[in-house]
């Protein structure tokens, strides 16, 4: 079956810190991968996609790689902020409708 | 911003009363979602519509009951609710079945649910 598997939070970094969370995932044939983000209080926010093998999303300073050989997709950033605080969800679209979600990672980045 | 609209953004209500939760979405996309969130966990997928047919029940109990009135509009209706029914209630859209675009799920800020 399909799913995705994260690394168990929380992860707690200071500021400036390099960020990883890890994700791998298991599907048949070709999804597509996506990172959530979830600030308190707030619904789920796409950070970035990859709808392919070696393709690389990236926004706000985050990116994560597509690797088919690995089934990874790993959340990295170089530089995290206070307001990078916040749950990800790792999570891959099958078959157009079907979305599988992580169990969520926390981030706490202190001052 | 989000581009899908859900309100209330809260809600309380008895086990004996019947509410609804309204969510919209202005971006042409023809498969909308439901899922539940509770604290701590990742989304739930409840039901899913695709041009505006219920494609997708996960097993949701009769109690909740989804409504899809036109293209742009989804409901939850909620009768006789369970405390622990209690839950983040988040609405979604996408396109459908464009692979050219590479379907991306786009949730609304949620509605939070009290059930007492």
């Known amino acids: 079956g399909n799913s995705v598997t994260q690394m168990e939070g929380p992860v707690t970094l200071s500021e400036e810190a390099f960020l990883t969370i890890n994700c791998t995932y298991t599907?048949?044939?070709?999804?597509?991968l996506f990172w959530y983000v979830q600030y308190p209080g707030e619904g789920l926010q796409l950070l970035l996609k990859?709808?392919?093998?070696?393709d690389k999303g990236s926004n706000k300073g985050f990116e994560a790689t597509y690797r088919k050989e690995t089934t990874s997709f790993h959340l990295e950033k170089g530089s995290v902020q206070v307001s990078d605080s916040a749950v990800y969800f790792c999570?891959?679209?099958?078959?157009?409708?079907?979305?599988?979600f992580g169990s969520g990672t926390k981030l706490n980045v202190k001052p | 911003d989000t581009e899908v609209t859900q309100t209330p953004k809260h809600l309380v209500m008895g086990m004996t009363n019947k509410k609804s939760l309204k969510c919209e979405q202005h971006?042409?996309?023809?498969?909308m979602y439901w899922y539940k969130q509770k604290a701590k966990k990742p989304p739930e997928l409840m039901f899913v519509?695709?041009?505006?047919?219920?494609?997708i029940n996960e097993s949701v109990p009769s109690r909740f009951s989804p409504e899809c009135p036109n293209s742009s509009l989804l409901n939850l209706h909620l009768h006789a609710l369970q405390p622990e029914d209690s839950a983040l209630y988040l609405c979604?859209?996408?396109?459908?079945?464009?692979?050219?675009?590479?379907?991306?799920?786009?949730f609304g800020e949620g509605s939070w649910l009290t059930v007492v």
């Open positions: 990859a709808t392919k093998a070696d």
């Open positions: 979604a859209s996408s396109h459908s079945q464009d692979r050219d675009r590479g379907n991306t799920i786009y």
């Open positions: 519509y695709s041009y505006e047919k219920l494609s």
């Open positions: 999570a891959l679209c099958y078959n157009f409708n079907k979305f599988y």
């Open positions: 599907a048949t044939g070709y999804p597509s």
């Open positions: 971006m042409g996309h023809r498969a």
